[in-house]
């Protein structure tokens, strides 16, 4: 029998997605012999994870508690007449690292997924058929997951804002096989995509 507290910070970490009872343990044992200040810097983070951190109230991207509105939507830089729609926060940021896209951006939330019981009410798409009206988007770029939830999440979508708004330009970021990978290993979705996007040489 191990020590409760050991058990304990092995059965904590072992409710990390991804984390099996082997590696919680190998984890914990690490924190045990490690210095005391790395659990204590540890546990601060953790606690002031909720406390620090809200969703911006018209983006929906994640922000400091202490800010009212996303950097991403203030920044008068910015041009609010082009929403990328992405399914998570943390996809904003994959994004902004090409330092090509100038637009605004809006978080779904998730997907449409009937399995796990998401449902298009639980996203955030009323939000964004309103803001087309309020800031008067211009273009709608949905950059949802290339899976067959994120598919289904971007033809709804279509479909939403193609009746609601018919001049509103509705693009899907472009699809492919990346480089340095066979055909032999590439999934469906991926070469359905790239046979639809094509280009002539």
Do not use: W
Request: aromatic residues 6%.
């Amino acid at each position: 029998m191990l020590p409760k507290a050991l058990q304990q910070a092995i059965d904590a970490l072992g409710l990390l997605p991804g984390v099996g009872p082997r590696t919680a343990e190998r984890y914990a044992y690490y924190l045990f012999r490690s210095d005391e200040k790395l659990c204590e810097t540890i546990s601060d983070a953790l606690k002031n994870l909720h406390r620090g951190v809200k969703s911006c109230p018209k983006t929906f991207a994640l922000i400091d508690a202490s800010e009212e509105i996303s950097p991403f939507y203030s920044d008068p830089t910015r041009d609010k007449t082009t929403v990328l729609v992405v399914e998570a926060p943390l996809d904003i940021y994959a994004i902004e690292q090409t330092k090509s896209f100038s637009g605004t951006y809006h978080i779904l939330g998730g997907a449409v997924s009937p399995i796990d019981g998401i449902t298009p009410d639980e996203l955030h798409i009323k939000e964004l058929v309103a803001r087309v009206a309020e800031d008067g988007v211009k273009e709608i770029i949905i950059a949802t997951n290339p899976s067959v939830e994120g598919e289904s999440t971007a033809l709804l979508l279509q479909k939403i804002l193609g009746e609601k708004y018919p001049s509103l330009k509705i693009t899907r970021l472009a699809r492919g096989l990346p480089l340095g990978v066979d055909l032999s290993y590439a999934d469906q979705i991926t070469l359905s995509a790239a046979l639809a996007g094509r280009t002539e040489l």
